[in-house]
């Protein structure tokens, strides 16, 4: 999916430190941004993704570091001298300004002829779908209308790199799934190459081709949405994309030729079809166990691998999903069951079968 | 049965009929007291001063506005006053921008310093400039002495002068509260976009700051005009109307002459309010919301940058001297032309006198201000009857107005039966109670804009009556408005002026007027020493202030979620 990326650096952070006085809230930030793609800082308030973004910006000054823009170092530009353009989370669009006049004031300002400037602002309009609002006032036109309009005024001028401060995050829920899709889609469209900054972090695996997950000012991890979710470096990331059910235990053989790992736990043995290579037999290991990847059955007493019992504490039904509460021992386990066609068996059970899944990913423990 | 009965008794009421009429009336009767009070001491007066104008020997006559209209001296007293208005307007605009822009954008260092020294005029009294002006360039002038200078500061330039450095305050705080809520973001996308900091300012940040901006310079104006200290210690020769009309009543005893130039001096302020409330009429730029973020410094280029720092210095600079020397000059006779080193001024007994007597004036006028003004309050935030934009509008112009009009208004309305208050404290207190009503009701409108309605009708609600919610809910709650409203009245009344000048009898001084006749007569160490007493007393007042509310979270208060 990342493959159509051209393999250049768009945007190179090396090092980058920030502090506030004695504060520090950058702690050493490296990245390359290849061109065409979207990176998303994704992290809890506060782990400095903002800053950041900022930083890129121009509008925050660097204490350390370097940070590279098609090969230029640009640490000393001011933003209006800098090729990155930024999309604030208000859109700080122009209250006396109309919608065109906001997406032609980069264009104005840069000199743009009279002429010019009203046939690109025409297309941009026509691109956000909004060619018939060009007269209109700012505070006339609907959230999701001036979240196009900022985005139409900040890739005006085709920035070498687009920055996107929580875009969405001032949107419902339902206008912001349509929003995120068509950026999505303009963003490949004019191969713009964008960071995305968001504390959602669905949000931040749907749109992006690489997620950078950030906590107290460090980069954690940079992955693909998949590598990401799939196989999280820690406990930390494992937790924040997503609900994770943790199993301790540890590895007590390793079939060098297949793969085939057994894991002794408080709660039994698990086979695992082992991906890592940085794992041996005697490891102390978290089981990284999604609930979706749980299979959840009647208790008929059948011993089978894999397959523990529990009790059933919560079971609440949705629609498309159930989620389940299973208490097995000392351990309260998540799991959502998909497509729940025979809810009402599990309405009234106590006693059910649990199932974990042969692909699991494994974080080693450090001694 | 016994629930029955019980809820026949709610419903018939308490059984005393006298109560039952005051729970469902309270609010009304309240208003009502209110509206007679705001009506005898405050509209009446002005009335006073109106008919006054247009009144002779001989029944209703214009001959007086035809006098004013078609005399030079008028015309250009009038003709005075509007320029120094206009003047101090733009100059105070400028220098407060300066210093507004420089505290919300420029660097951090430099904002909390030119913050503290661009408010600090306002600890002291007004007139304090013109003192200043006095000690540096007057005819004995350290300045004027050094150089040997033969100049005349009496006139036009020295009250241009003396009044931009004190309204600097009011023009900075209103400024830098403009910009403070401008989305810092919008700035920052212009910038972004690709423009220099004199094309955001241009383009973004002036247009954007127009409201505030013609706010400010209305109520500047306004202020300016009326302001009546520095202009009747420096003016000299040069007449203005707010000092000619104190001369015209004190010097000639010629009231009919000074209530015109008081109707002269109201009539700017009447047309500015509603021009000000018609241009302002729903053009407010309000931006989308998301936190607001304190800006961060720009790098700000040098065409901008350096006019900014040549105006904050030396507005601020020339605050700094004026302080200093008025406190040098507190401890000489003469600073400059005697070089002994003394306490005496400090000591001066009819200074001291002057401000024990003015402790009492604003102790009483404070205590009297601050239960009317929440009680004004409660009527013009909860209250639902005819006349309550009229309550509110008369309680708030009282600032407004020139001080040297009520001053007339009080003489002409309170010196005679039915009412005679002439030559006690009482008349000073009134006065400065309803001069500085404005300050209390605020206080009061705020506090009560925090507290939801729900509490009271929660109070109601299980059973409590409007006395009662009223005694154990309200009150309690607006408590520290009535403090607030307390410590601004009393500071407020302390150091002005223009009215209390009318009013002061021969053997009842106070201390402004203290400093006001020192400074004329050239005694310029008791006129210093006693200012930097009621400035003490002002900075000892907002200690208080800022003690309590610390103590209570006055400021914060029960903050209710807004719905």
Redesign the interface.
Known sequence: MSGEAVEKPMLILKDVHKFYGNNEVLKGISLEVKEGELVTFVGPSGCGKTTLL?LI????EISAGDIILDGKRINDL????RD???C?????????MTVAENVG??LR??GWSKENIRARVNDLLEMVELQAFGDRM??RLS?GQ?QRVAFA?AI??EPKVLLLDEPLS?LDANLRLIMREEIRKLQKRLHITTVFVTHDQFEAMAISDRLVVMRDGLIEQVGSPIEIYERPANRFIAAFVGYVNFIDGRITSIDKATRSTLVETEHGRFEIALEQDDIDQGDDVLMVVRPESITLSLDFGIKRPNVVCGTLKSYMYAGSLAKCTVVIGTMKMIVDQYNPSDAHHFKQAEKVEVEIPRRVHLLKKKR | MARAEYSLKLQAGSGSRIKDFLNANLINILAALLFLLLAFFLLYPIIAVLIKSIRGPSGFTLEYYRAFFTKNYYYRSLFNTLLLGTINTVVCLVIGFCLAYMTTRGPYLLRKPLKVISLVPLIAPPYLFALSLIILFGRNGLVTRMFDLHWQLYGFAGVVISQTLAFIPLAYMMLENTLMSL?P??E?????????EA?ILR??TI??MAPGLLKAALLIFVMTIAEFGNAAILAGRTPFLAPDTYTMITGESDFNMGSVLSVVLIAPCIIIFFVHNYLLEGKK???????PVAS?P??ITPIIKIPLIIVTTMATGAIFICFAVVLAASFYKILGVTDKFILANYLDFTSNQAIANSIRVSFVAAVIGAVIGVLLAYVIVRGKFFGRTFIEMASLSGFALPGTVLGIGYLLAFSAPPLKLTGGIMILALNCVFRFLAVGVEAGISKLHQIHIEIEEASADLGASFLTTFYKIVLPIMFPAFIAGFIYTFMTAIVSLSAVVFLVSPGFQLAAVKIFDAAVYGEIGIASATTIKLILIVMLCMAVLNYITKKTRLGSGLKQPVA
């Open positions: 900022r910006g121009g509008f925050t001011p933003p209006n001298l990155t353009r930024i604030f989370q208000n859109y700080a669009l122009f209250p006396h004031y980069g300002i840069n700012i505070d959230g001036q005024r005006s001028l001032n | 989305n973001n919008l920052e996308s212009a910038y972004d976009m690709g423009a220099s094309t383009t973004i247009p954007l730029f309000t931006t989308i919301g998301g936190k961060e720009r790098k």
